[in-house]
Every structure is written in C-alpha cells, then in structure tokens.
C-alpha cells in the first residue's frame, strides 16, 4: 500500500475509510512487534503507515464534524 492523496482519501465512503484505519494500526502493531523481534526490514514504513493513518483520521474527523455541525 502506498501513501495515497488526500484527494484520493476523500473520494473513498466511510466504510472505506474505517476499514483501511482497522487495517494500517494492525499493520502499525505488526510492524512494532517485528522491531521488538529484531525482524524488521523496512523500516521506512513506520513513518509512511503512520503519515497515512493520519491522514485518514483528519479526513474521518471532518466528516464526523461536518455531520454534528
């Protein structure tokens, strides 16, 4: 999975988005677990899951915000 675009982001449904949300902090927790084992390889892909969850959440956010506005 590569870091996406916000526009990208925005297009994808609500269930779209939990979904991958669910699935990028598993993959965070494997990725940890990995560095505890001394099994990582790529480390570079902390800062990119990390940099796509958040942007995930923002988006999540706003349409939560949009929604009780």
């Given at each position: 999975?590569?870091?996406?675009?916000?526009?990208?982001?925005?297009?994808?449904?609500?269930?779209?988005?939990?979904?991958?949300?669910?699935?990028?902090?598993?993959?965070?927790?494997?990725?940890?677990?990995?560095?505890?084992?001394?099994?990582?390889?790529?480390?570079?892909?902390?800062?990119?899951?990390?940099?796509?969850?958040?942007?995930?959440l923002?988006?999540?956010?706003?349409?939560?915000?949009?929604?009780?506005?």
């Amino acid at each position: 999975m590569t870091r996406s675009d916000t526009a990208e982001v925005r297009k994808l449904t609500d269930a779209e988005i939990t979904t991958k949300i669910e699935s990028l902090r598993r993959e965070l927790f494997d990725l940890r677990f990995q560095q505890a084992t001394r099994q990582l390889t790529k480390t570079h892909r902390f800062k990119e899951v990390r940099l796509e969850l958040a942007q995930l959440l923002t988006v999540q956010t706003e349409r939560l915000r949009s929604i009780k506005s």
